[in-house]
């Protein structure tokens, strides 16, 4: 049962007052930023480099590189730099880079033991941004650490020859969930976005996980719930439609509710609709950059994701935007001064 007497953290209220005054604004993509480091496997376990507390996990018969949670305690500089920039560029929430930083993520590379340093030094690293953004310019930041899906699915099996096979259970997640939110509050979260949601009982053993997590320090952080929508189907990859999916979550009372990953904002955009027709929590969306090219790379100017972002917020159907995959510091300006015209959705009761 998710307790919901326990004290909502102070920074809920400022959250409430400035996301009724404007159009909130979410950061862009960690990892392709990462990308364009192009960092080598020494990078990224520090050998020879910076002799951080992340070496003491590191597990020589797995290679490191593209593992860009490890950054926040090999290459902290490197994460903080970012997310400061796409703070100065207008977001008034940075994401903490732990997409993967759970047990069952870190099991490719060898890192579990590593999973509550990742988690604190994540926030810290994010607070770090947070701080140095309005020390420069006088507006607060807050910090959302990112829980992201796994890379297993609750609901559906991975071997098509036994469809009652399930290559992780709900307590499984439950536990890996708790080990990272845990490290995400110790380290100085604000919020918890649980975001890239494929499967929503993937979802709800985050939830239940985060409460457990709240009851541990006697309040309850603002919750993020973010799903993705994989293709023209307009469903998440579990089966579910945006409406369904509301209802199957709206039982966390989250702070926010929306989509991202998978489509750009052209595509996204009827799904966010449905989404804000039925949800009385605020709406979020962070699109990609449109959709990958041959290479796997994000074509779509700022300019033009900027735009279309601008339409939900002219329609009415947003409270928070940003970008995923694709976006840079140049694209989250860009949403931000689109944006800034329109006021934010009404939420009803």
């Known amino acids: 049962m998710l307790n919901f007497a326990l004290p909502d953290a102070p920074n809920l209220a400022s959250l409430r007052a400035l996301a009724d005054q404007r159009i909130l604004i979410l950061d862009g993509a960690m990892g392709t930023m990462i990308q364009t480091l ?17 070496c003491r996990h590191h597990h020589s018969d797995h290679p490191q590189k593209g593992n860009n949670d490890l950054l926040v305690l090999t290459q902290p500089q490197a994460v903080e730099e ?23 993520a870190q099991a490719d590379y060898g890192l579990e033991s590593a999973v509550h340093d990742l988690n604190v ?4 690293v994010a607070r770090r941004a947070a701080d140095r953004a309005e020390a420069r310019d006088g507006r607060r930041r807050f910090v959302a650490g990112a829980v992201g899906p796994t890379n297993r ?3 559906i099996s991975p071997d098509v020859n036994d469809p009652g ?15 990272q939110i845990d490290g995400l509050i110790a380290g100085g979260a604000d919020l918890i976005l649980i975001e890239t949601i494929f499967d929503t009982l993937n979802a709800k053993a985050a939830i239940f996980a985060a409460f457990e997590s709240f009851a541990k320090v006697g309040r309850r952080l603002p919750i993020m719930i973010s799903g993705t929508i994989t293709d023209a189907s307009g469903r998440t990859l579990s089966g579910q439609t945006p409406t369904a999916f509301w209802h199957s979550v709206a039982h966390a009372r989250p702070f926010s509710v929306g989509l991202n990953c998978a489509l ?8 966010m609709a449905e989404i804000a027709a039925v949800s ?7 699109p990609n950059a449109g959709l990958p090219n041959a290479f796997g790379q994000y074509d779509e100017t700022p300019e033009e994701t900027a735009a279309q972002v601008a339409e939900f917020a002219r329609d009415g159907i947003v409270n928070l935007v940003g970008g995923c995959c694709g ?3 140049d694209h989250i300006r860009a949403i931000a001064e689109a944006v800034a015209p329109f006021a934010p959705r009404k939420v009803s009761a």
């Not at 030094?121 to 810290?124: H, K, T």
């Not at 096979?165 to 080990?179: C, I």
């Open 153 to 155: 699915t609750a609901s």
């Open 264 to 271: 750009g904002a052209a595509a996204m955009r009827p799904h």
């Open 38 to 54: 192009n960092m080598s496997e020494e990078d990224f376990t520090a050998q020879g480099h910076i002799h951080g507390p992340g």
């Open 165 to 179: 096979y399930r290559a992780v259970s709900f307590d499984d997640l439950r536990l890996a969930y708790g080990e």
């Open 327 to 329: 976006t840079t510091p």
């Open 121 to 124: 030094a994540g926030a810290q």
């Open 280 to 286: 009385t929590a605020l709406t979020c969306a962070y």
């Open 82 to 104: 970012i997310q400061f920039t796409f703070a100065m560029a207008g977001a008034d929430i940075l994401e903490t880079n732990t997409f993967s930083s759970t047990s069952i």
